[in-house]
């Protein structure tokens, strides 16, 4: 079945550090990939999407390529602030009727250290 | 972005009650709503896709008379536990579909089951 495989965290940095949340990825058909945030004490926020292959999604200075060719949406962003810690969730969606399924990973909780 | 609400943010019942949670889409209207439950360091698991005006769609292993779903109207979907036990004990979560490619999220509800 379609399933999807996140880098383990918890991952801490020291602001200003480079990031990388690796995100792999099962799905038949041709799914849309998400980047769900989620700050402590508030609900999923969508952070970023692809919905065709090399698309790159971007937003708040974090970015994801859609990679078909290694079923890939790694996450990054070139200099993390404190304000980034939270958990972000990897989602691929694959397309059902007139609605997106998306599948779940386990989450990757990054810490971001003054 | 949309607002999406859950009421209550957390309930405790005790073994063979049952349990109502709303879902709200408080800015917009959606048409579908989709229902989540999430276990401690898990992924988010789907349990049902809520149609407004017609049956729900559960997703395989899930009882749909264990977990009875209502979708009324365009901004109010309803997940009731029915006659709840403590392995029902959860974080549920609700979303609402703005877009094909876009689902706003609630901020969940933590059941507990005594």
């Known amino acids: 079945g379609d399933s999807v495989t996140q880098m383990e965290g918890p991952v801490t940095l020291s602001e200003e550090a480079f990031l990388t949340i690796n995100c792999t990825y099962t799905?038949?058909?041709?799914?849309?990939l998400f980047w769900y945030v989620q700050y402590p004490g508030e609900g999923l926020q969508l952070l970023l999407k692809a919905t065709k292959a090399d698309d790159k999604g971007s937003n708040k200075g974090f970015e994801a390529t859609y990679r078909k060719e290694t079923t890939s949406f790694h996450l990054e962003k070139g200099s993390v602030q404190v304000s980034d810690s939270a958990v972000y969730f990897c989602a691929p969606g694959a397309r059902a009727g007139n609605n997106r399924k998306l599948i779940w990973g386990l989450g990757t909780s990054l810490a971001v250290n003054p | 972005g949309a607002v999406v609400s859950q009421h209550p943010s957390w309930v405790i019942c005790k073994s063979g009650t049952s349990v109502k949670i709303e879902c709200r889409s408080l800015d917009f209207q959606a048409t579908t709503m989709f229902w989540y439950r999430q276990f401690p360091k898990q992924s988010l698991m789907l349990m049902a896709t809520s149609n407004e005006g017609s049956k729900a769609t559960y997703e395989q292993g899930v009882e749909k008379d264990k977990f009875l779903i209502n979708h009324a109207s365009l901004t109010l979907s309803t997940l009731t536990v029915t006659s709840a036990h403590p392995e029902d004990s959860s974080f549920y979560i609700c979303?609402?579909?703005?877009?094909?490619?876009?689902?706003?999220f609630g901020p969940g509800t933590r059941l507990t089951v005594l």
């Open positions: 979303s609402a579909q703005f877009a094909i490619d876009e689902q706003f």
């Open positions: 799905a038949t058909g041709y799914p849309s």
